[in-house]
């Protein structure tokens, strides 16, 4: 862009940021986002710079970039919220007799030595194979299954003594 075109560009954002800003002040909640969507909005209208209407359309150029940049915004927030209701459901407390069971095997798990509790959370909680969960961890995979074998006796051993004890 000619300097020329950059102090147009530059003036034209100082006379539209005030009423940029109240348009956004107008419809986001917190009011604060606002003024990420501006600065986000100068962005993108910076980015367009070379296609800069003729001066009787730029005041509507730039609140075109501004409705667009509210419109992804907004989306943005939906998926958001859709994800956390996904999220809320999937992570809603089990059943009162498995949450005891669970909490008690967690409890277990977070028990064991740092290597052997990562490789245990890696395969049973995360889903990876042994190999996999070897790699991501950094260590040969026979070192990762001798850590697994450990950890699977410590938490056999536990829970048989915690099955048997008396109550």
Same mark, same amino acid.
């Given at each position: 862009m000619t300097p020329e075109?950059?102090?147009?560009?530059?003036?034209?954002?100082r006379e539209t940021a005030d009423a940029l800003l109240a348009y956004f002040e107008r419809r986001v909640t917190p009011r604060e986002d606002a003024a990420d969507l501006l600065a986000e909005t100068m962005?993108?209208?910076?980015?367009?710079?070379?296609?800069?209407?003729?001066?009787?359309?730029?005041?509507?150029?730039?609140?075109?970039i501004a409705a667009n940049v509210?419109?992804?915004?907004?989306?943005? +927030?939906? =998926? /958001?919220?859709?994800?956390?209701? #996904?999220l809320r459901l999937h992570l809603r407390p089990p059943v009162e007799s498995d949450h005891a069971e669970a909490s008690a095997v967690r409890? +277990?798990? =977070? /028990?064991?030595?740092?290597?052997? #509790?990562e490789l245990v959370m890696l395969v049973h909680w995360d889903g990876f194979a042994l190999v996999e969960?070897?790699?991501?961890?950094?260590?040969n995979p026979s070192t990762a299954r001798s850590r697994?074998?450990?950890?699977?006796?410590?938490l056999r051993t536990a829970l048989t003594a915690e099955v048997n004890a008396p109550r």
């Open positions: 075109a950059t102090a147009v560009f530059r003036t034209l954002l962005l993108q209208a910076w980015r367009r710079a070379s296609s800069l209407p003729a001066p009787e359309h730029r005041r509507a150029w730039l609140f075109t509210l419109k992804n915004h907004r989306r943005t +927030l939906r =998926r /958001r919220v859709a994800l956390a209701e #996904r409890d +277990l798990v =977070r /028990r064991l030595p740092g290597p052997q #509790r969960a070897a790699e991501i961890l950094g260590v697994y074998a450990a950890a699977r006796e410590t």
